[in-house]
Protein backbone atom coordinates (compact mmCIF):
# COMPACT_ATOMS: atom_id res chain seq x y z
CA UNK A 1 0.00 0.00 0.00
CA UNK A 2 0.84 3.54 -0.97
CA UNK A 3 -0.37 6.42 0.45
CA UNK A 4 -0.83 9.28 0.40
CA UNK A 5 -2.48 8.60 -3.10
CA UNK A 6 -2.49 10.99 -4.55
CA UNK A 7 0.92 11.86 -3.86
CA UNK A 8 2.96 14.43 -2.66
CA UNK A 9 6.56 15.00 -1.58
CA UNK A 10 6.58 12.29 0.79
CA UNK A 11 5.35 8.41 0.74
CA UNK A 12 4.83 6.35 3.35
CA UNK A 13 4.64 2.21 1.88
CA UNK A 14 3.80 -0.60 3.60
CA UNK A 15 4.76 -3.52 2.02
CA UNK A 16 2.62 -7.13 1.95
CA UNK A 17 5.16 -9.12 3.81
CA UNK A 18 7.78 -8.39 6.74
CA UNK A 19 11.35 -7.07 5.04
CA UNK A 20 14.22 -5.54 6.58
CA UNK A 21 17.33 -3.76 5.05
CA UNK A 22 18.59 -1.13 2.39
CA UNK A 23 16.95 -1.19 -1.05
CA UNK A 24 15.51 1.85 -3.66
CA UNK A 25 12.60 3.14 -5.44
CA UNK A 26 11.61 3.74 -8.61
CA UNK A 27 9.03 6.58 -10.22
CA UNK A 28 8.19 6.05 -13.90
CA UNK A 29 6.08 7.73 -16.04
CA UNK A 30 3.45 5.60 -18.18
CA UNK A 31 5.94 5.59 -21.00
CA UNK A 32 8.31 3.25 -18.87
CA UNK A 33 10.72 6.52 -18.21
CA UNK A 34 12.39 6.39 -15.00
CA UNK A 35 11.57 9.65 -13.35
CA UNK A 36 13.06 9.44 -10.24
CA UNK A 37 15.17 6.90 -8.39
CA UNK A 38 15.35 6.84 -4.37
CA UNK A 39 17.60 4.74 -1.59
CA UNK A 40 15.68 3.49 1.11
CA UNK A 41 15.85 1.68 3.95
CA UNK A 42 12.73 -0.77 4.63
CA UNK A 43 11.95 -1.99 8.25
CA UNK A 44 9.54 -4.27 9.57
CA UNK A 45 8.07 -4.39 5.65
CA UNK A 46 7.30 -0.02 5.92
CA UNK A 47 9.21 2.53 4.68
CA UNK A 48 8.83 6.83 3.88
CA UNK A 49 10.96 8.11 1.76
CA UNK A 50 11.11 11.52 -0.41
CA UNK A 51 11.85 12.18 -3.39
CA UNK A 52 13.31 15.67 -4.68
CA UNK A 53 11.20 17.72 -6.84
CA UNK A 54 7.97 16.13 -7.10
CA UNK A 55 6.57 18.90 -7.01
CA UNK A 56 7.57 19.61 -10.71
CA UNK A 57 6.46 16.80 -12.22
CA UNK A 58 3.05 16.85 -13.96
CA UNK A 59 0.02 15.86 -12.98
CA UNK A 60 -0.87 12.33 -14.09
CA UNK A 61 -0.44 8.51 -13.49
CA UNK A 62 2.98 7.13 -13.08
CA UNK A 63 4.38 3.62 -11.85
CA UNK A 64 5.60 3.20 -8.37
CA UNK A 65 8.54 0.42 -7.84
CA UNK A 66 10.16 -0.98 -4.24
CA UNK A 67 12.96 -2.89 -4.65
CA UNK A 68 15.30 -5.21 -2.61
CA UNK A 69 17.90 -7.50 -3.05
CA UNK A 70 17.19 -7.40 -7.41
CA UNK A 71 13.78 -8.48 -6.72
CA UNK A 72 10.83 -6.13 -6.92
CA UNK A 73 8.95 -6.01 -3.52
CA UNK A 74 5.98 -3.57 -4.78
CA UNK A 75 4.70 -2.53 -8.27
CA UNK A 76 1.84 0.00 -7.97
CA UNK A 77 0.30 3.25 -10.11
CA UNK A 78 0.24 6.39 -7.95
CA UNK A 79 -1.21 9.41 -9.32
CA UNK A 80 0.29 12.97 -9.19
CA UNK A 81 -2.57 15.23 -8.86
CA UNK A 82 -2.67 19.25 -10.13
CA UNK A 83 -3.23 20.79 -7.12
CA UNK A 84 0.12 22.66 -4.84
CA UNK A 85 2.70 20.25 -3.06
Known amino acids: MV ?9 DVQLA ?3 NGYGYAELFNT ?7 S ?5 N ?5 EFSS ?3 LNPGMY ?3 IIQNN ?6 KVVKGSGGL
Do not use: A, M, W
Open 39 to 43: DINIQ
Open 71 to 76: NILLTE
Open 31 to 37: GGTLIRK
Open 63 to 65: VLR
Open 45 to 49: GQCQF
Open 3 to 11: YPNPITDQL
Open 54 to 56: INI
Open 17 to 19: HSV
